[in-house]
Protein backbone atom coordinates (compact mmCIF):
# COMPACT_ATOMS: atom_id res chain seq x y z
CA UNK A 1 0.00 0.00 0.00
CA UNK A 2 1.17 3.50 -0.59
CA UNK A 3 0.76 4.10 3.35
CA UNK A 4 3.38 1.45 3.91
CA UNK A 5 5.88 2.77 1.06
CA UNK A 6 6.06 5.93 2.93
CA UNK A 7 6.95 4.35 6.04
CA UNK A 8 10.02 2.49 4.45
CA UNK A 9 11.42 5.69 3.62
CA UNK A 10 12.13 6.18 7.24
CA UNK A 11 12.80 2.61 7.79
CA UNK A 12 15.63 2.85 5.19
CA UNK A 13 16.83 6.19 6.48
CA UNK A 14 17.85 4.71 9.91
CA UNK A 15 19.42 1.65 7.89
CA UNK A 16 21.19 4.09 5.57
CA UNK A 17 24.30 3.96 6.63
CA UNK A 18 25.81 7.39 6.38
CA UNK A 19 24.73 10.05 8.53
CA UNK A 20 21.49 11.47 7.46
CA UNK A 21 21.46 15.61 8.50
CA UNK A 22 17.90 17.32 7.74
CA UNK A 23 17.77 21.20 7.88
CA UNK A 24 14.86 22.75 8.74
CA UNK A 25 13.61 25.72 7.65
CA UNK A 26 10.09 26.29 7.87
CA UNK A 27 7.33 23.72 8.49
CA UNK A 28 7.58 20.26 9.11
CA UNK A 29 4.52 18.61 9.35
CA UNK A 30 3.02 15.57 9.35
CA UNK A 31 5.20 13.18 6.72
CA UNK A 32 7.91 16.20 7.25
CA UNK A 33 7.76 16.36 10.75
CA UNK A 34 8.47 11.91 10.33
CA UNK A 35 11.74 12.54 8.25
CA UNK A 36 13.35 14.97 10.23
CA UNK A 37 12.66 13.01 13.41
CA UNK A 38 14.19 9.82 11.30
CA UNK A 39 17.29 12.09 10.59
CA UNK A 40 20.58 11.83 12.44
CA UNK A 41 21.15 15.29 13.16
CA UNK A 42 18.58 18.25 12.91
CA UNK A 43 19.35 21.62 12.11
CA UNK A 44 16.64 24.19 12.29
CA UNK A 45 16.03 28.00 11.92
CA UNK A 46 13.98 29.89 13.80
CA UNK A 47 10.64 30.03 11.59
CA UNK A 48 11.06 26.55 11.95
CA UNK A 49 7.64 24.53 13.28
CA UNK A 50 6.93 21.17 13.64
CA UNK A 51 4.14 19.34 14.69
CA UNK A 52 2.43 15.73 14.45
CA UNK A 53 0.05 16.98 11.72
CA UNK A 54 -2.40 14.20 11.31
CA UNK A 55 -4.40 13.77 14.57
CA UNK A 56 -5.58 17.37 13.14
CA UNK A 57 -6.89 15.76 10.03
CA UNK A 58 -9.03 12.97 11.43
CA UNK A 59 -5.82 10.45 11.90
CA UNK A 60 -3.79 9.33 14.15
CA UNK A 61 -0.57 11.02 14.91
CA UNK A 62 0.73 7.80 15.23
CA UNK A 63 2.38 7.65 11.70
CA UNK A 64 5.63 7.39 9.78
CA UNK A 65 7.52 6.57 12.83
CA UNK A 66 6.28 9.36 15.31
CA UNK A 67 5.40 7.25 17.68
CA UNK A 68 8.62 5.60 17.95
CA UNK A 69 11.17 8.14 17.16
CA UNK A 70 9.12 11.35 19.48
CA UNK A 71 8.61 9.39 23.09
CA UNK A 72 12.60 8.43 22.44
CA UNK A 73 13.87 11.83 22.15
CA UNK A 74 11.76 14.17 24.59
CA UNK A 75 9.70 11.50 26.99
CA UNK A 76 6.48 10.23 26.44
CA UNK A 77 4.68 13.31 28.31
CA UNK A 78 5.99 15.68 26.03
CA UNK A 79 5.50 13.11 23.04
CA UNK A 80 1.80 12.60 24.36
CA UNK A 81 1.44 16.79 24.59
CA UNK A 82 2.09 17.45 21.08
CA UNK A 83 1.08 14.18 19.49
CA UNK A 84 -2.59 13.99 21.20
CA UNK A 85 -3.08 18.01 20.18
CA UNK A 86 -1.02 18.41 16.86
CA UNK A 87 0.04 21.50 19.06
CA UNK A 88 3.58 23.12 16.82
CA UNK A 89 7.38 22.84 18.27
CA UNK A 90 8.75 25.67 17.64
CA UNK A 91 12.41 25.71 17.19
CA UNK A 92 13.35 27.22 20.23
CA UNK A 93 11.23 24.39 22.01
CA UNK A 94 12.86 22.14 19.72
CA UNK A 95 16.13 23.06 20.90
CA UNK A 96 15.68 23.21 24.50
CA UNK A 97 13.49 19.48 24.33
CA UNK A 98 16.80 17.94 22.43
CA UNK A 99 14.66 17.89 19.47
CA UNK A 100 17.49 19.91 17.37
CA UNK A 101 20.78 20.05 17.83
CA UNK A 102 21.06 23.97 16.37
CA UNK A 103 18.68 26.46 15.86
CA UNK A 104 20.58 29.15 13.16
CA UNK A 105 19.56 31.95 10.80
CA UNK A 106 18.16 30.79 7.83
CA UNK A 107 21.20 32.05 5.20
CA UNK A 108 23.39 30.16 7.60
CA UNK A 109 21.68 26.17 7.76
CA UNK A 110 23.69 24.81 4.91
CA UNK A 111 26.71 26.17 6.20
CA UNK A 112 26.22 24.33 9.41
CA UNK A 113 25.20 21.14 7.92
CA UNK A 114 28.71 21.18 6.17
CA UNK A 115 30.15 21.98 9.34
CA UNK A 116 28.91 19.05 10.61
CA UNK A 117 29.60 16.83 7.20
CA UNK A 118 33.14 18.46 7.71
CA UNK A 119 33.35 17.13 11.26
CA UNK A 120 32.20 13.54 10.59
CA UNK A 121 34.64 13.60 7.33
CA UNK A 122 37.47 13.07 10.07
CA UNK A 123 36.13 10.04 11.10
CA UNK A 124 36.23 6.64 8.98
CA UNK A 125 33.69 5.32 6.85
CA UNK A 126 33.25 2.07 9.22
CA UNK A 127 33.43 4.54 12.66
CA UNK A 128 30.60 6.28 11.57
CA UNK A 129 28.45 3.62 9.94
CA UNK A 130 29.25 1.58 13.53
CA UNK A 131 28.66 4.24 15.73
CA UNK A 132 25.25 5.01 13.40
CA UNK A 133 24.45 1.29 14.03
CA UNK A 134 25.52 1.22 17.34
CA UNK A 135 23.40 4.36 18.22
CA UNK A 136 20.22 2.78 16.67
CA UNK A 137 20.65 -0.46 18.57
CA UNK A 138 21.21 1.19 21.80
CA UNK A 139 17.92 2.87 21.47
CA UNK A 140 15.96 -0.55 21.58
CA UNK A 141 18.54 -2.54 23.42
CA UNK A 142 17.13 -4.83 26.10
CA UNK A 143 19.77 -3.01 28.71
CA UNK A 144 23.09 -1.93 29.42
CA UNK A 145 24.75 -5.32 28.71
CA UNK A 146 23.17 -5.33 25.47
CA UNK A 147 24.02 -1.70 24.01
CA UNK A 148 27.74 -2.90 25.61
CA UNK A 149 28.05 -6.38 23.54
CA UNK A 150 27.41 -4.19 20.32
CA UNK A 151 29.68 -1.31 21.31
CA UNK A 152 32.34 -4.39 22.29
CA UNK A 153 31.70 -5.95 18.50
CA UNK A 154 31.92 -2.04 16.94
CA UNK A 155 35.44 -1.53 18.65
CA UNK A 156 37.00 -5.00 17.61
CA UNK A 157 35.36 -4.42 14.22
CA UNK A 158 36.90 -1.02 13.69
CA UNK A 159 40.18 -1.96 15.29
CA UNK A 160 41.13 -4.59 12.37
CA UNK A 161 40.23 -2.38 9.30
CA UNK A 162 43.47 -0.15 8.22
CA UNK A 163 41.99 3.33 8.91
CA UNK A 164 42.28 2.23 12.48
CA UNK A 165 45.98 2.13 12.68
CA UNK A 166 46.17 5.23 10.26
CA UNK A 167 44.29 6.62 12.78
CA UNK A 168 46.46 5.78 16.12
CA UNK A 169 49.64 6.83 13.46
CA UNK A 170 47.99 10.26 13.36
CA UNK A 171 47.54 11.09 16.90
CA UNK A 172 51.01 10.20 17.40
CA UNK A 173 52.43 12.13 14.75
CA UNK A 174 50.03 14.93 15.75
CA UNK A 175 48.76 15.30 11.76
CA UNK A 176 45.27 14.71 10.43
CA UNK A 177 44.65 11.30 9.57
CA UNK A 178 44.43 9.84 5.96
CA UNK A 179 41.93 7.57 5.82
CA UNK A 180 40.78 5.86 2.22
CA UNK A 181 37.33 6.68 1.47
CA UNK A 182 35.67 3.42 0.93
CA UNK A 183 32.19 1.60 1.83
CA UNK A 184 33.13 -0.55 4.26
Do not use: W
Not at 38 to 45: E, F, G, K, L, Q
Not at 106 to 120: R, S
Not at 134 to 156: F, Y
Amino acid sequence: TAQREISEIVIAMRRCPQPIIACVDGAASGGGFALALASDVRIATARTRMNAAFIRIGLSACDIGVSYFLPRMVGSSVAAEYMLTGRFIDAERAYQLGLVSRVVAPETIEAEAQGFVADMLHATPLGLRLTKEALNHAIDAQGLEAAVAMEDRNQILASLDGDFAEGVAAFLEKRPPRYERHDG
